[in-house]
């Protein structure tokens, strides 16, 4: 996208107010195209088009859940002194655990929109436990390893989901070395489970439950089912 290009920000009123920011902001100021405000128009974009269209006003508005978007952001730009773009920085994880349809996804999704007027590269990618599995079956045309460095790799990682499928050999094994590489180079990570945290080791396996806790902020999430009381 033109650094020159305004873009839409309905809905966005309430994940700028936090950190001071307006519409005006954003499309006003211009200049160099990896300026700040240029990185926040392309990441509040790049949000705009790819979180889910009912998180689309998601709010992170569990006090936790800010705390470690913040630390994020300042750990980000402290790690990226000098230079013309920021980039993310290497950092704790964030482990959201809660019942079935408490807002653990919708919480997730408003971290990363928060996050995204601050003026850093985030280039995140999101997706389920089971939308990737999908995506690393092997199958004809596609190299499994390549499509999971794309997991693995990523600058920030929103796994949704984390412990919900039925488990296998296979699955274990991706589990173990996607978040193993991600523990290993604090890569930060967004991981959503419906399991308590006593529940945890069942789900995912020792290795990985282990690592889980050494490197993510854990919130838990209470409450009743939202899609039932929705839906009553």
Known sequence: MDHMTRINLTGWDDALAPHNLTPDHINNITGDPYDHWSIARREIHHATQHVPFIYRRALADQPDVRAWADSLTAASRDQSTGRVTTHVGRHRSL??????????????????????????????????????????????????????????????????????????????????????????????????????????????????????????????????????????
Request: include cysteine; aromatic fraction near 8%; proline fraction near 4%.
């Open 95 to 232: 482990l959201l655990l809660g019942p079935t349809g408490t807002g653990k996804t919708h919480q997730a999704y408003g971290a990363l929109r928060y996050l995204a007027p601050t003026g850093i590269a985030w280039r995140w990618t999101a997706t389920s436990s089971a939308d990737l599995y999908a995506a690393l079956r092997p199958r004809a045309g596609v190299d499994s390893e390549t499509e999971f460095r794309r997991y693995a790799h990523a600058p920030l990682l929103l796994i949704d989901d984390l412990g919900a499928a039925k488990t296998s050999e296979w699955t274990e094994e991706i589990n173990f070395r996607l978040v193993n590489h991600r523990y290993e180079n604090q890569l930060p990570t967004i991981f959503t489970s419906n399991v308590l945290p006593n529940e945890l080791m069942d789900r995912v396996g020792d290795r990985v439950s282990s690592r889980l806790i050494e490197m993510c902020d854990r919130v838990v999430i209470k409450g009743t089912d939202r899609r039932r009381q929705a839906a009553a």
